[in-house]
């Protein structure tokens, strides 16, 4: 039985995105781009809509603005799914910058306990 479609896409984009840090780098300006132009104008929109609807009621729904709304809240998924590529690329991007396996304590240190600053020797 097949991995179910979301944890393919996620191993995928883990494979081929995550693994290649001017890939990740790429897609995070892509995402954050992504990002400000879908909520550019998001809230303004919404509370449009809204009082447009409240004000009109069920005239509005008809002329579009049930319609209107949906495809409002459909680019607020959309901004949220950007936000969320851009925030794994950025943190994938921030452990691989600050990844300091070569400069790591060896064993031995490790298993000392840690020196309290205060104490006299």
């Not at 998001?42 to 509370?47: G, I, K």
């Amino acid at each position: 039985m097949g991995l179910p479609r979301a944890l393919q896409l996620r191993r995928h984009f883990q494979r081929v995105v995550l693994a290649r840090p001017w890939l990740a780098f790429l897609v995070l300006g892509l995402a954050f781009s992504c990002f400000g132009v879908v909520t550019l104008n998001l809230v303004h929109l919404l509370r449009a809509n809204a009082e447009l609807i409240l004000d009109n009621g069920a005239m509005a729904l008809a002329d579009g603005g049930a319609l209107q709304l949906a495809e409002l809240v459909a680019n607020g998924y959309l901004a949220m799914l950007a936000y969320v590529v851009m925030k794994t690329c950025e943190h994938a991007l921030s452990h691989w910058l600050a990844d300091t396996s070569a400069f790591a304590p060896s064993r031995q240190d490790d298993a000392e306990p840690p020196s309290d600053p205060n104490q006299k020797h």
